[in-house]
């Protein structure tokens, strides 16, 4: 049972998170290309509401997704089981989740 619900969280945050990195990666271009500096994009960015919900969604969404993948690839190609794999990815899971956080507040608190 567990394994079918990793696999539904996994797709599903797949679909959240392939329109969010489309949309940042196109931002990231015209930023770019329009000459902006980084500190004129945080200056932009701070205090936004809207930027924080963004990339708060957009790092939960990798936070679910990326320790699912990294758990099936190790168990597939080490033959690493059990309990041991599933806490790592865990604790892989929430490091994601307070480091984007802190990204987060860092840029739209500053």
């Given at each position: 049972m567990i394994e079918?619900?990793?696999?539904?969280?996994?797709?599903?945050?797949a679909m959240i998170l392939a329109p969010l990195v489309i949309v940042h990666l196109i931002l990231i271009l015209l930023a770019?290309?329009?000459?902006?500096?980084?500190?004129?994009?945080?200056d932009r960015t701070r205090g936004s509401i809207g930027?924080?919900?963004?990339?708060?969604?957009?790092?939960?969404?990798?936070a679910i997704h990326a320790p699912i993948g990294l758990r099936n690839v190790?168990?597939?190609?080490?033959?690493w089981r059990g309990e041991g794999v599933d806490?790592?990815?865990i604790g892989l899971g929430i490091l994601?989740?307070?480091?984007?956080?802190?990204?987060?507040?860092a840029v739209?608190?500053?």
């Open positions: 079918v619900r990793l696999y539904a969280a996994q797709r599903l945050s770019v290309e329009g000459g902006l500096t980084a500190a004129e994009i945080l930027w924080a919900a963004f990339y708060g969604i957009f790092v939960l969404a990798a190790i168990r597939e190609h080490t033959g806490k790592a990815m994601l989740f307070v480091l984007g956080g802190r990204a987060i507040l739209v608190v500053g």
